[in-house]
């Protein structure tokens, strides 16, 4: 129990921290300084001020100053991060598997804002994302292991306390990285050749690099798929829904945050992504 509410309180203070990430990262601003302030009045809020979800209720969703609206992503992002780490802790408690499970679940839920947002992939995000991938891998061991349709995440040996780095495993993961990340520019000067424009933009492949970094080829697969399903849903739903409004007008012309959807895809996959190839392998003879 005291564990579970540690969880809590750990990715509330956490998801407080990744608001100013979202915020700041795609202007390019430092994360440190100046404290956090209003974006409309530039007053720095105080401490009491900015306890996670508990202020924004408590001011009723907006600035003491100033009395404009204050995001509810804010609080949802925290509730969000909140959700994740309790969850990474009931699934693989309170060990190193965990500890990797919340630290990619809270980067994936930064990116997923931050492009849902901007449409903008800070590499701030992704590309120490890449690398702690890769650090992940090296540490566990999982490249001596024959390829098998499960996650780096969720692979019970290589969680034992021994420290020794497998440069072999480390460097499969960077291949698994580079791989990815080339069948999205393969996709994307495809798309250029056809289209004479733009179709996906170099984040995506530096997220989907990072994400094959952490869980690996098949689960990236599996992560990509998905998210090419939902962001083609999405993408159906824009084009469709404005059409039976009748002040709007429809446009086959719509951007797509596909790394919000890649995000969500690779969080699903770090919990039940094995569970599903396992039910997908199962039907091959």
């Known amino acids: 129990m005291l564990l579970s509410i540690f969880a ?19 202007r390019h601003e430092s994360i440190v300084r100046p404290r956090s302030r209003c974006p409309f009045c530039l007053t ?24 404009s ?28 598997r965990g500890i990797a499970a919340a630290v990619l679940c809270w980067m994936l839920l930064g990116l997923a804002a931050t492009d849902a947002e901007t449409l903008l992939l800070p590499q701030a995000l992704t ?21 098998s349709p499960v996650s780096n995440l ?15 495993s480390a460097g499969q993961s960077l291949l698994w990285a580079a791989c990815a990340a080339a069948l999205i520019l393969l996709i ?11 179709g996906i933009g170099l984040g995506d492949a530096t997220l989907l690099a ?7 080829p098949w689960q990236t697969g599996l992560v990509l798929f998905l998210a090419v399903l939902a962001a083609a849903v999405y993408g159906l739903a824009l084009i469709v829904l404005p059409r039976i409004r009748e002040d709007a007008h429809p446009s086959l012309a719509v951007r797509i945050p596909l790394g919000a959807f890649l995000s ?9 992504g094995d569970d599903l190839l396992k039910w997908y392998f199962s039907f091959w003879p």
């Open 8 to 26: 809590v309180l750990a990715g509330l203070a956490f998801g407080s921290f990744l608001n100013v990430c979202i915020s700041r990262l795609p």
């Open 188 to 198: 994307r000067g495809v798309y250029w050749l056809v289209r004479r424009r733009e």
């Open 44 to 67: 720095s809020i105080r401490n009491s001020d900015n306890i996670p979800i508990l202020s924004f209720l408590l001011l009723k969703g907006r600035c003491r100053a100033c009395g």
């Open 210 to 216: 990072m994400v094959a970094a952490w869980l690996g």
């Open 127 to 147: 590309l120490p994302g890449l690398a702690l991938g890769v650090i992940h891998s090296g540490l566990q061991g999982i490249g001596d292991t024959p390829p």
């Open 154 to 168: 969720d692979h019970s040996s290589a969680w034992d306390l021994s420290f020794a780095v497998s440069w072999k």
């Open 264 to 272: 969500g895809a690779a969080i699903f996959a770090i919990f039940r």
């Open 69 to 96: 609206r204050i995001s509810p992503r804010y609080p949802l992002i925290e509730a969000a991060t909140a959700a994740l780490f309790l969850l990474c802790f009931l699934e693989f408690g309170l060990t190193l």
